[in-house]
């Protein structure tokens, strides 16, 4: 296992995650799926974005997601530390 800075303030295993379905899901939604924020795109995808604790929070709002037949578009687990461009 690799030793890694987790997220400021947060669990140990925190991170903060992106991700992206496929249709158009209601604000309301935000704390079924543990209080991630829940934002629509003009592309017709719904994202969902928030810090969760860990790998089983993760694997339960992708299930939450496939319970409602929302298709999955993508899944990014954000840097909480983004280094800028050398260039």
Do not use: K
């Amino acid at each position: 296992m690799t030793d890694r800075p987790a997220p400021t303030g947060a669990a140990p295993d925190a991170w903060t995650y992106e991700i992206r379905l496929a249709g158009h899901l209601e604000s309301r939604w935000a704390t079924w799926f543990d209080g991630l924020g829940v934002a629509i795109d003009p592309d017709g995808t719904t994202v969902l974005l928030g810090e969760l604790p860990d790998q089983s929070a993760l694997h339960g709002v992708l299930q939450r997601a496939r319970d409602l037949g929302l298709p999955l578009v993508s899944v990014r687990r954000l840097d909480p530390n983004p280094h800028p461009d050398p260039r």
